[in-house]
Nanobody
């Protein structure tokens, strides 16, 4: 069974940095896309960043220039480096990935359980 496990969240003061990691495990043939979403208290889940294969990563406008996403295919890992954090970045961050478990299977979308990021003023 495929699982996505996030790590690296926590609390930081405004202006600080955090690095989130997400590793996929289980029966995996390929992972064409990995990314991050977040959900602030009382708000809907929103796109943060994603990376598809070797293409240029995409970012939400609110994090462009502050966050950097990178993937390490051999390790089935995606990393989100978050710099210049502010209180608007507070929320639960979710890793997501499109995974093919076997070459005969369709792509399926998976989500991690989420990890808390808290930025204090």
């Amino acid at each position: 069974q495929v699982q996505l496990v996030e790590s690296g969240g926590g609390s930081v003061q405004a202006g600080g940095s955090l690095k989130l990691s997400c590793t996929a495990s289980g029966t995996i043939y390929s992972i064409p896309r990995m990314g991050w979403y977040r959900q602030a208290p009382g708000k809907q889940r929103e796109f943060v960043a994603d990376i598809i294969g070797d293409s240029t990563p995409k970012y939400a406008e609110s994090v462009e220039g502050r966050f950097t996403i990178s993937s390490h295919n051999a390790k089935k890992t995606v990393v989100l480096q978050m710099n210049s954090l502010d209180s608007e970045d507070t929320g639960v961050y979710y890793c997501t990935a499109k995974i093919r478990e076997a070459w005969t299977r369709d792509l399926e979308n998976y989500w991690g359980q989420g990890i808390q990021v808290t930025v204090s003023p």
